[in-house]
């Protein structure tokens, strides 16, 4: 997975001066109708990068239980967060959109929730950047377009778009929620970012996908779709992590982004920080994985079977 974010090395002389900077204001913005924080949700199941693979992500929700052998929503009230990077390196896109673009109607009609954040993969396909489009997965979009096919180029394009099939809904969703005391997002959020509240923050990430709005936070290296700081920096960063948690109100922050080679969950400093990127597609090594956050415990959810992970006292 691509990333401009700074080399671990540096995340040490960078986090004093992260911590001291003081969030310059946003432009005004009209409200958004995207909630960004929800409470009171009994039961959260968090599913990382997916990468073209819907067969693997069928399976890990499966897992999870929070579909039936025909694919339906079988959840009931749980709250599923997909932490972004549904595209690329697979053929299987365009049928994972469509899994969770009915599952979000599904989980809505029985009391729960599914929230398919924005990461930089999505991103990358709203802005052009197709370096890691496989042929497949370009070809599957090429219904979509009424003039030449181009291997699909024309029809992702379209469907990418601000009025495309993907492009429109994606571009209603968030880049970071808060559920109960857990902040969820794709690659972190770093204590630069120019925000005081998960609303600003979306609304700094989505500058980068609306027309005449100046530079935001889906490109940027800190932003929050990039940032690599939590998951690669040294002991150091706790600190960093801890002013965040506090401006936003949490007590732990959930990310993808960073693959975990070794296929399991990971997590730091007393369960503040959980990374569920396992590897999730084929190309990555298949390792299904779920997060699961319930009753104030955390629980990897594996195919050999379920393992609480550490949670340190509040």
Not at 103 to 125: D, I, Q, S, T, Y
Not at 169 to 194: C, M, Q, Y
Request: glycine share 14%; proline share 7%.
């Amino acid at each position: 997975m691509p990333s401009p974010a700074p080399r671990p090395g540096l995340l040490v002389l960078m986090v004093p001066l992260m911590l001291a900077a003081t969030p310059p204001s946003l432009p005004s913005r009209a409200k958004q109708d995207t909630p960004e924080t929800f409470s009171g949700v009994e039961r959260v199941v968090a599913v990382g990068d997916v990468h073209g693979d819907v067969d693997a992500l069928k399976a890990v929700l499966k897992l999870a239980g929070l579909i039936d052998a025909r694919g339906r929503w079988s959840g009931g009230k749980t709250h599923l967060v997909q932490t972004g990077d549904i595209p690329d390196r697979g053929d299987q896109t365009r049928e994972a959109y469509e899994l969770l673009m009915r599952l979000e109607k599904e989980a809505l009609a029985a009391g729960g929730r599914v929230h398919a954040l924005l990461g930089n993969h999505e991103v990358m396909n709203m802005l052009g950047d197709l370096r890691y489009a496989t042929p497949g997965e370009l070809a599957s979009f090429a219904d979509l377009s009424s003039g030449p096919t181009e291997g699909g180029l024309a029809g992702h394009r379209a469907a990418y778009g601000p009025q495309g099939r993907y492009g429109r809904w994606l571009r209603t969703h968030a880049a970071a929620v808060r559920i109960n005391d857990t902040l969820f997002v794709h690659g972190g959020i770093a204590p630069e970012v120019p925000a005081k509240t998960l609303a600003e923050l979306n609304q700094w990430v989505r500058q980068d996908l609306t027309e005449g709005q100046p530079p935001g936070g889906a490109k940027s290296p800190e932003g929050p779709l990039w940032f690599r700081g939590y998951a690669l920096g040294d002991e150091g960063t706790q600190a960093a992590l801890d002013t965040v948690l506090a401006r936003f109100g949490a007590r732990r922050m959930v990310m993808g982004h960073t693959t975990e080679r070794e296929g399991k969950i990971r997590t730091r400093w007393g369960g503040k920080a959980v990374f569920i990127d396992t590897g999730l597609s084929t190309g990555y090594g298949h390792h299904l994985a779920a997060l699961e956050l319930r009753a104030g415990k955390l629980t990897a959810l594996y195919p050999e079977g379920r393992v609480e992970l550490p949670v340190s006292a509040p």
